[in-house]
């Protein structure tokens, strides 16, 4: 638990909570430098806005330049940086016509503005962390193709560059994975360690929010939201996702058998899986950043997971509608 990187979590402020191996692998990454850029995918709410964020910190340390930048929040409060850089990012962004996506586009073009606007000729490090991005920008691929090329091609000399891209967006991810441009790797939800040290600090039965949320710190709040009840968040989640019953229907035995094990979405049809991704329910696992165990409990296979084990509560209602249907 660090206590000087502070979160808001269950409408408090807690102390950031063990991501300690992922952390000490993304900051060897980060000493080393990359030679592409790094995707970082993971379930909705599993907690990368924050790491990339305390990543900023850290990164600041040793990183000569280090821009953040989240279109959800805001120009304001989604991109950070040194004042210099900022202002530098926010005035080519306006020359982009100032939308959120071309402020992303002007984050990329960091090499060129130290060097025509800055003055900077050569540098230590640059780290450029984009959180979310790929909702705001108008192709993923060839903004993905663009991080590549800032890498590979930066404008001025540079010792080393660090460039992640998070996202939770199966879709998004299927249509960078298939290219060379990025090493994709999976952020899964918090493990029993950094979950025990997450609800020591609301209070709370660890057993049983983590049989619930596995691990999810998002899934933990929206339980508080409906004063703990297990069933009010699983129908809420079900009626808000708008789930496509014929589509189940046509898929039905194989998305039993998920509900068992979720590797059995290997042996399904592209219609369904991509509907299950796309629909955050699922997520593949891709090279993960820290070891995740199998857990049938919690619906983790190797190749797919139930983003927490409310997701699929919410598929077997879905189920159910099926089998009380004529
Ligand atoms: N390691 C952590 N310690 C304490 N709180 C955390 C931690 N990770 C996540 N949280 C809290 O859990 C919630 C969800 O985290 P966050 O917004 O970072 O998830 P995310 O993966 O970025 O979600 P999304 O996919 O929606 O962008 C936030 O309220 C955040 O403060
Ligand atoms: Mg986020």
């Given at each position: 638990m660090y206590c000087g990187f502070r979160v808001r979590f269950v409408g408090r402020y807690v102390c950031f909570s063990n991501r300690l191996t992922e952390l000490e692998e993304l900051l060897e990454m980060a000493r080393r430098g990359l030679s592409m850029p790094l995707l970082i995918y993971g379930p909705e709410g599993c907690g990368k806005t924050v790491l990339l964020r305390y990543l900023y910190q850290?990164?600041?340390?040793?990183?000569?330049?280090?821009?953040?930048?989240?279109p959800l929040h805001g120009v304001d409060?989604?991109?950070?940086?040194?004042?210099?850089?900022?202002?530098?990012?926010?005035?080519l962004a306006n020359a982009f016509g100032g939308t959120l996506a071309a402020v992303a586009e002007a984050v990329l073009a960091?090499?060129?503005?130290?060097?025509?606007?800055?003055?900077?000729?050569?540098?230590?490090?640059?780290?450029?962390?984009?959180?979310?991005?790929?909702?705001?920008?108008?192709?993923?691929?060839?903004?993905?193709?663009?991080?590549?090329?800032?890498v590979e091609h930066p404008p001025i000399e540079v010792d080393k560059t660090f460039v992640i891209i998070a996202s939770s967006e199966g879709v998004g991810l299927e249509a960078v994975g298939r290219h060379l441009w990025t090493n994709i790797k999976t952020l899964w939800n918090l493990d029993k360690e950094g979950f025990k040290e997450l609800i020591s600090q609301i209070?709370?039965?660890?057993?049983?929010?983590?049989?619930?949320?596995?691990?999810?710190?998002r899934a933990v709040e929206l339980l508080g939201d409906e004063g703990w009840s297990v069933e009010k968040?699983?129908?809420?989640?079900?009626?808000?996702?708008?789930?496509?019953?014929?589509?189940?229907?046509?898929?039905?035995?194989?998305?039993?058998?998920?509900?068992?094990?979720?590797?059995?979405?290997?042996?399904?049809?592209q219609e369904l899986t991509r509907y299950l991704l796309s629909k955050?329910?699922?997520?593949?696992?891709?090279?993960?950043?820290r070891r995740i165990e199998r857990d049938k409990e919690l619906g983790i296979g190797e190749e797919?997971?139930?983003?927490?084990?409310?997701?699929?509560?919410?598929?077997?209602?879905?189920?159910?509608?099926?089998?009380?249907?004529?």
């Open positions: 850290r990164l600041a340390e040793g990183y000569e330049y280090v821009i953040y930048y989240s409060e989604g991109l950070v940086s040194t004042d210099d850089v900022k202002k530098a990012v926010i005035s960091v090499g060129e503005l130290l060097a025509k606007r800055l003055g900077v000729r050569r540098a230590g490090g640059i780290a450029i962390l984009l959180d979310d991005v790929f909702q705001a920008v108008g192709s993923v691929e060839l903004y993905v193709k663009k991080a590549l090329t800032v209070g709370g039965d660890v057993e049983r929010l983590w049989k619930r949320s596995g691990g999810n710190p968040v699983i129908k809420k989640m079900y009626r808000a996702d708008n789930i496509d019953l014929k589509l189940l229907a046509r898929h039905k035995a194989i998305v039993e058998r998920a509900v068992e094990d979720p590797d059995a979405l290997l042996e399904a049809p955050n329910l699922v997520a593949r696992i891709i090279d993960p950043i797919y997971a139930w983003q927490t084990p409310l997701h699929r509560s919410a598929v077997e209602i879905a189920l159910r509608q099926l089998k009380g249907a004529p």
